[in-house]
């Protein structure tokens, strides 16, 4: 495995890479939740790269983990501008081309919002209690987490992982609960959305209901393959409460996806072309 630290969008961002064992696949890109980060993966980046052969990438995003502190509040916008202006610069920064995105909650977004910008290669999408749009229990969730965060000890729990919580946590926390954000949709960028799709959503998911992949499958009509996942005994993190399953099926996902043999590179022959 190998860790550094990369400048995107002029802020230095971390990330981890673990290499790949298997050929002809691709590399998996793992976006996080809206308090997530590197080490907020645990080992779970580690074993579906075990698992799947791919190579298998997992960064902070801005404001997250060892990445830059977040200087500025978030804007509404600010999973769109992740989708269309740092993910592109980090994949091309680390010679990453036509990977799978493997997102979780606002991390799925922000995978949906990239393959459905239209302008970038995408191999596949595995989404996770992605957001499409917003419902009161995501609202409700959110809400409780404020509480939690001001009156337990959550604050240090989470300070494990981020270089400064209060930052990390009120930067996401404070615009999901903005009333601008009510109205937050990117069902638009669905039918954009050209590759094969997996979505995974647990039955007891606390920030979402099924209609939320259920959208997906309805709105993707461009994709060659929508599949929805859901799972039982399962709340908002799949990938910690059934990790077996989850991986299990991204492997699958992998297996079936036609990435194709990267051509050669071209050679001068003389006295032909090249």
Known sequence: M???????????LEYQIFPAHQINRPTL?????GLGSVAMWRD??????????????????????QSDVLDAPFTTDFMHREA???LPELLAALDIVNPVLVGHSDGASIALLHAGDGRF???????????????????RSIEAAKVAFETTDLPAKLGKYHRDVRRTFYGWNDIWLHPEFRSWNIEDCLPDITCPVLAIQGEDDEYGSMAQIEAIAAGATAAPDVELLKLADCRHSAHKDQPLA??????????????????????????GTS
Do not use: K, Q, W
Request: net charge neutral.
């Open 2 to 12: 190998h860790s550094g630290f990369v400048r995107i969008c002029g802020r230095s």
């Open 29 to 33: 890109v793992l976006l996080h939740e």
């Open 44 to 65: 779970f980046p580690a074993r579906l790269a075990a698992a799947t052969g791919c190579r298998t990438l997992v960064y902070s995003r801005y404001g997250y983990g």
């Open 84 to 86: 269309r202006d740092a």
């Open 121 to 139: 290669e995408v191999a596949g999408l595995v989404v996770m209690a992605p957001h499409c749009f917003v419902e009161d229990i995501s609202i």
């Open 246 to 271: 989850v991986i299990e099926a991204i492997n699958r996902f992998a297996e079936s996806l036609d990435i194709g043999v990267p051509p050669a590179p071209a050679r001068c022959v003389p006295g």
